[in-house]
C-alpha cells in the first residue's frame, strides 16, 4: 500500500487507530478503518506520538497501538517555502504505460462525472418492461473498454508552504497554509496461483501474470490558525483537506481452470476527506491545573465510479482471444460496478489535570497527578453500490463479434436485443447500507512517583451504540442490527528509571476492538441458499455458462 498506512506490533491498520490532534482520523476504506498518512504533508507534522500500551485517556477500541498526529501551530518566522522533487521508478519512469481513456480534468483529482452513470440511467434495470429500454440504458453508457498507450513520466511533487506570525494586540497570531500537488506512477507485476492437494496430488487449478499499471494524483491543502494570549492560554484551529485520485489498469494473461485467458480491469476511484478541529490548552492556577478541549467535524469520500472487468479465453491455435459473454449478466465476467461512501463524524472532548506540590516542587516527572476526562463521537456512514454486466442478447450472436475487440463489441450497435449483447444488473438491496455508531467515554487516572518508581494508572468507561440498516434480499425482510456495548477498561503501567535515558516499564491494560460498519453487513448478510427455488436459480445460471461455453466451443 506504497506505505500509506501503519502497522504497530505486527498488526495491520485495521487494529490501530490514528488520531488527529485528540480526535480520530477520518477514513476513506469502505472494508477497514484506515487513515492514509500520505495526506498530511510531512514538513507540517510538529509531533507524532506512538502508543502500544492502553491508559484511561487513549481511545479503548484498538489492538495494536495509537498514533496521535500533531501540526504546527506557531511558525518560527514569516516565510515562503517551495518544494519541488521528482522521482525516477526503475521499471515505471519513461515505460509504456496503459490506462484507459482521461477526461480533460484528468489531472485534476476530483469527479468531475465523466466516469459517473448518466443522469438519465434507470435507477434499476430489473424493473424496466422492455429490451427497447435496456438497449438504450446499455447504449448510455461510455465506451471506455480500450487502454489507451502513454509513457509514465518520473514523479512530480509539489508543495507551497505560506508561514505567517503577527500580532493583535498582546494576543500572537500564527497562520500556516500549505499547498502540495503529486502526481506519480507505478508499474507492478504479479503472479497468481491456486493450488489444491488430494491425496498427495497438488493440482494447479490457475495461474496468471498480471500487469498492473497505476497512477495516483494528489492534491491537499493544510491550513492552521493558533491563537497565543499568553504564556498559559492557546486557542487553535487546524484545517486539512486532501482529495485523490487512483486510475488502475490491469492485464492478465495466464491459464483457467480448462483454457488459457486474457483478461483485464480498469478502476477508477476517488477519495477526499476534511478534518477541521478547535483546540484549547490552558494553564490555570499558577501551571498546577491544565484544561484541554477540543471540537472536531470529519467527513469523508469514496467514489468509484465505473470499475470494468472482462474475462476472453485464449484460442492457442490461433492466438486469438474471444470475449465471454455469459447468458445471463455476470459482471465478474464482463460488467461494471459502481459504488460511493459518504461519512460524517463529530466529536469533542475535555481534560483537566491536577498536579499536587511535592517537596522537590513542581517537577512534572516527581508530582503526584490526577486527571479526567470525556470524550464523545457520533459518526454516520451511507454506502451505495450497483453491479450492472452484460449477457447475451439472444442464443444467437453475431458471428463478426466472436473475436471483435472490446471496443467493437461495445458500439452502439452491438448493444441490441437481437444478435449483440444487452446490459443487466444483479445488485441487491444488501449491497447498500447505512450505519452509526455513537461513543461517550469517561476516563480518570493518576500518575504517583516514588523514589525511582513511576506508577499510571486509571480506568475508563466507554458506552458504545453501533447500528446499521440494510436488506437482506434472501429472506425479504430489513436488516436492523444494534450492538450497545458498555465497558469498564482499566490499565496500569509501572516504569522503573534507571537514568535519564533508560527505563524498565510493565504494563497491564484491557482495550476491545468494535466490528466495523462493513464487518457488520457481512455478519448478517452472507447469502444463504434456504430453498430449493432458490438453489435451482444458482444451478440454472451454472447451466447457462456451461451451455454458452460449449456453444463458443470452449467446452465439451
Not at 22 to 46: G, H, L
Not at 395 to 403: A, D, F, K, Q, R
Request: aromatic letters at 12%.
Amino acid at each position: 500500500k506504497d506505505n500509506q498506512f501503519v502497522q504497530i506490533r505486527g498488526l495491520s491498520e485495521r487494529y490501530n487507530a490514528v488520531m488527529l490532534h485528540n480526535a480520530y482520523a477520518p477514513s476513506v476504506e469502505t472494508d477497514v478503518r484506515s487513515f492514509s498518512f500520505a495526506n498530511i504533508p510531512s514538513a507540517q507534522i510538529e509531533r507524532m506520538l506512538v502508543f502500544k500500551s492502553p491508559s484511561a485517556d487513549l481511545p479503548g477500541d484498538f489492538a495494536g497501538g495509537v498514533v496521535k498526529v500533531f501540526t504546527k501551530s506557531i511558525p518560527e518566522e514569516n516565510s515562503i517555502i517551495v518544494d519541488y522533487s521528482t522521482q525516477f521508478r526503475t521499471g515505471t519512469s519513461l515505460k509504456d504505460f496503459y490506462h484507459q481513456q482521461f477526461n480533460a480534468n484528468h489531472l485534476l483529482p476530483y469527479n468531475s462525472g465523466y466516469y459517473d452513470l448518466p443522469s438519465s440511467f434507470p435507477a434499476d434495470l430489473t424493473k424496466l418492461d422492455s429490451d427497447s429500454k435496456l438497449v438504450q440504458a446499455g447504449r448510455s453508457l461510455k465506451n471506455l473498454w480500450t487502454p489507451t498507450k502513454g509513457m509514465a513520466i518520473p514523479d512530480q511533487r509539489f508543495t507551497l508552504t505560506l508561514n505567517k506570525k503577527f500580532n493583535i494586540r498582546n494576543i500572537q497570531v500564527g497562520n500556516i497554509t500549505a499547498l502540495s500537488y503529486s502526481n506519480s506512477y507505478a508499474t507492478y507485476g504479479v503472479e497468481r496461483g491456486d493450488f489444491t492437494e488430494s491425496g498427495g496430488k497438488v493440482d494447479h487449478n490457475f495461474g496468471y501474470a498480471d500487469k498492473q499499471y497505476n497512477q495516483i494524483i494528489r492534491s491537499g491543502l493544510l491550513f492552521n490558525w493558533a491563537f497565543k494570549f499568553d504564556a498559559k492560554n492557546m486557542v487553535e484551529l487546524k484545517n486539512l483537506f486532501n482529495i485523490s485520485s487512483t486510475d488502475q489498469y490491469v492485464s492478465r494473461l495466464g491459464t483457467g481452470i480448462s483454457t488459457g485467458q486474457v483478461n483485464g480491469a480498469f478502476d477508477k476511484q476517488y477519495r477526499g476527506i476534511y478534518s477541521g478541529q478547535l483546540l484549547g490548552t490552558h494553564e490555570l492556577f499558577e501551571g498546577s491545573t491544565s484544561l484541554e478541549w477540543m471540537l472536531s467535524y470529519n467527513t469523508s469520500y469514496r467514489d468509484q465510479p465505473d470499475y470494468k472487468r472482462y474475462r476472453s479465453n485464449l484460442d492457442g491455435s490461433t492466438g486469438l482471444a474471444s470475449i465471454i459473454i455469459p447468458n445471463t449478466a455476470d459482471p465478474n465476467f464482463l460488467g461494471r460496478f459502481y459504488s460511493k461512501l459518504n461519512e460524517n463524524a463529530f466529536s469533542g472532548g475535555f481534560s483537566v489535570k491536577q498536579r499536587f506540590a511535592t517537596a522537590e516542587g513542581k517537577d512534572p516527572l516527581k508530582s503526584p497527578e490526577v486527571k479526567a476526562g470525556m470524550f464523545f463521537e457520533n459518526k454516520s456512514r451511507d454506502f451505495n453500490a450497483r453491479n450492472i454486466g452484460y449477457q447475451l442478447a439472444s442464443i444467437y450472436l453475431n458471428p463478426s463479434l466472436i473475436n471483435a475487440p472490446l471496443s467493437t463489441l461495445f458500439d452502439a450497435q452491438n448493444i441490441n436485443s437481437t444478435d449483440g449483447i444487452m446490459v443487466g444488473e444483479i445488485s441487491y438491496r444488501k449491497n447498500s447500507y447505512q450505519a452509526s455508531n455513537n461513543l461517550l467515554a469517561f476516563y480518570t487516572m493518576a500518575t504517583i512517583p516514588f523514589g525511582d518508581f513511576k506508577l499510571d494508572a486509571g480506568v475508563r468507561f466507554e458506552n458504545n451504540l453501533q447500528q446499521l440498516h440494510s436488506y437482506d434480499d434472501f429472506a425479504q425482510k430489513p436488516v436492523d442490527p444494534k450492538y450497545q456495548v458498555n465497558k469498564a477498561l482499566p490499565s496500569a503501567n509501572l516504569s522503573y528509571n534507571f537514568s535519564e535515558k533508560a527505563l524498565i516499564r510493565a504494563a497491564y491494560g484491557k482495550t476491545l476492538n468494535r466490528p466495523e460498519f462493513r464487518e457488520m453487513v457481512r455478519t448478517k448478510l452472507e447469502p444463504k441458499i434456504e430453498n430449493l427455488a432458490l438453489l435451482n436459480q444458482e444451478l440454472e445460471k451454472c447451466l447457462n455458462s456451461a451451455k454458452y461455453l460449449q456453444l463458443r466451443g470452449f467446452a465439451k
